[in-house]
């Protein structure tokens, strides 16, 4: 297929995605992908994956995958990891060589993936040190919940050595990308006076965002905030 039939194609389906026809889009990226285009590849891997404009199938979505990840597609070989991660039983040994192959291209999901693996001891064997280096270079580039597991293991002295202040730095970074986990945490920082100055205007809207994105501890936290004899009205 010649490349100026690919651009039009390219078009086309991004044309029928922004308008919701996405079985007309999968039609064309059937074609593109059985061209050998990597993208078109990945992207029915992604239709089948979800089941978006075609019936999901976790067989179709790993041969696509598998086919964008021999052309080393660094998002074909993190979604074909999380695949094997998911059947059951989890097949993390290959999930775990997938994520690596993603994380030396770049993909910071993949980084963050791996320091979940060295965290919980998934085919590797725990290491809070490794697991931390992973968030970090995952956090680095912009991952939120990264970021968030960053701050966490800094206010926790996890892999790293302990610093409150760099906990609220990183929750704050993950709390701006609307990650409810960090903003609850930063609320509770606030609240606490835990590595930043109290404030309890502070603690109140980061909990309040928190229950917004679905926090589920995040409301229990805000009444005894507000219940608390030391909170100025």
């Given at each position: 297929?010649?490349?100026?039939?690919?651009?039009?194609?390219?078009?086309?389906v991004?044309?029928?995605?922004?308008?919701?026809?996405s079985?007309?889009?999968?039609?064309l990226?059937?074609?593109?992908?059985?061209?050998?285009?990597?993208?078109?590849?990945?992207?029915?891997?992604?239709?089948?994956?979800?089941?978006?404009?075609?019936?999901k199938?976790?067989?179709?979505?790993?041969?696509?995958?598998?086919?964008?990840?021999?052309?080393?597609?660094?998002?074909?070989?993190?979604?074909?990891?999380?695949?094997?991660?998911?059947?059951?039983?989890?097949?993390y040994?290959?999930?775990?060589?997938?994520?690596?192959?993603?994380?030396?291209?770049?993909?910071?999901?993949?980084m963050?993936?791996?320091?979940?693996?060295?965290?919980?001891?998934?085919?590797?064997?725990?290491?809070?040190r490794?697991?931390?280096?992973?968030?970090?270079?995952?956090?680095e580039?912009?991952?939120?919940?990264?970021?968030?597991?960053?701050?966490?293991?800094?206010h926790?002295?996890?892999?790293?050595?302990?610093?409150?202040e760099?906990?609220?730095?990183?929750?704050?970074?993950?709390?701006?990308?609307?990650?409810?986990?960090?903003?609850?945490?930063?609320?509770?920082?606030?609240?606490?006076?835990?590595?930043?100055?109290?404030?309890?205007?502070?603690?109140?809207?980061?909990?309040?965002?928190?229950?917004?994105?679905?926090?589920?501890?995040?409301?229990?936290?805000?009444?005894?905030?507000?219940?608390?004899?030391?909170?100025?009205?």
């Open positions: 297929m010649k490349s100026t039939e690919l651009a039009s194609l390219y078009d086309r991004d044309v029928l995605l922004d308008r919701g026809q079985a007309e889009a999968v039609v990226l059937k074609r593109i992908a059985s061209a050998g285009d990597v993208w078109g590849q990945y992207m029915l891997g992604l239709a089948y994956h979800y089941g978006d404009g075609v019936g199938s976790r067989k179709q979505a790993e041969k696509w995958y598998s086919l964008a990840a021999e052309q080393n597609y660094d998002s074909a070989l993190l979604n074909l990891g999380l695949l094997y991660a998911s059947r059951r039983p989890p097949a040994g290959e999930a775990y060589r997938l994520f690596q192959r993603a994380a030396r291209l770049g993909n910071r999901n993949a963050y993936n791996l320091g979940l693996y060295y965290e919980r001891g998934h085919h590797v064997k725990a290491n809070s490794t697991s931390f280096r992973w968030y970090f270079k995952a956090a580039l912009g991952d939120d919940e990264a970021q968030c597991m960053v701050g966490y293991c800094y926790e002295g996890e892999g790293i050595s302990q610093n409150k760099q906990a609220v730095h990183w929750y704050r970074l993950s709390a701006n990308q609307d990650n409810a986990s960090a903003c609850y945490n930063l609320g509770l920082c606030y609240g606490d006076g835990d590595g930043v100055r109290r404030s309890v205007r502070q603690a109140r809207r980061w909990l309040e965002q928190a229950i917004i994105l679905g926090h589920v501890k995040a409301g229990n936290q805000l009444r005894e905030l507000s219940a608390s004899p030391s909170v100025s009205r």
